[in-house]
């Protein structure tokens, strides 16, 4: 079975660099992961350039993670995601007979001459079913690449976790925290330290925000399984408590 190092997005399209569209789906991703017990490592955002998009996609081929790539898939000369991965990897671009059939049965003749280039892929690749548009997707040595359309893509995903790596699922983590009222993170660095060393399945985190009035606080909390996130946020509030360091709770 197939064990990631990390698992990473790869969002792609000039239009998100210029900001013209506003990202989604980062945050797609992770209303994804996180319910299965998964979590992001990485994310890069790149422009539609093949060079660069060849490079990138050589690295990630070579990492050995699970990668979700969004955008430049499409049938226009600007969309060259297809051809970058298919260069990346030294293999030809073929036409998947099945992508042909879905394409086909969506647009009928109106798949030729265009639509139908969106069926082409690196060599054995296999396709990601498309619930929008019948335009699939595919996927090839646990890349999978979808649309820069955050409706399409996001169920593709769906279908790209469940259908390939339930084996992966884990229980959800939880997000506990305190709001300290006042200070600075610098008096709570030995702490931090010390927390860390006595409690490896927990990420700490240290958030520290300064309002309009310029009031400083900081957001001082646990990630992990509920249980231990619960026992890793009492030993915050203890630790508060013998300060005597003012805080609240975060909802």
């Not at 197939?2 to 969002?11: A, E, M, T, V």
């Not at 297809?82 to 260069?87: E, F, I, M, N």
Request: charged share 20%.
């Amino acid at each position: 079975m197939f064990n990631p190092k990390r698992i990473g997005l790869i969002i792609i399209g000039d239009e998100v660099l210029s900001s013209k569209r506003q990202d989604k789906h980062l945050a797609n991703a992770n209303s994804l992961l996180k319910p299965r017990g998964m979590a992001l490592s990485w994310v890069q955002i790149l422009g539609d350039e093949p060079t660069l998009l060849t490079q990138t996609l050589q690295r990630s081929f070579d990492s050995g993670d699970l990668v979700f790539c969004f955008g430049g898939i499409g049938s226009t000369p600007d969309d060259r995601t297809r051809q970058s991965a298919a260069a990346a990897l030294n293999l030809p671009i073929k036409r998947h007979p099945e992508a042909v059939a879905e394409i086909e049965a969506q647009f009928g003749e109106g798949a030729y001459p265009q639509r139908i280039h969106m069926a082409e892929y690196p060599q054995g690749a296999s396709i990601i079913p498309n619930f929008y548009n019948r335009v699939p997707g595919f996927s090839i040595r646990h890349h999978h690449f979808m649309p820069g359309f955050p409706m399409m893509s996001k169920p593709m995903m769906e279908w790209v976790l469940d259908t390939h790596y339930a084996h992966l699922f884990g229980e959800p983590t939880v997000e506990k925290a305190i709001r300290l009222i006042g200070g600075s993170e610098s008096e709570w660095v030995e702490f931090m330290e010390s927390f860390e060393a006595h409690n490896p399945n927990l990420r700490l985190f240290s958030l520290p925000t300064i309002n309009a009035h310029n009031e400083r606080a900081i957001e001082l909390g646990v990630e992990g399984l509920a249980s231990r996130a619960e026992a890793g946020l009492q030993l915050l509030i203890a630790e508060a408590q013998r300060r005597q360091h003012p805080w609240e709770p975060v909802k």
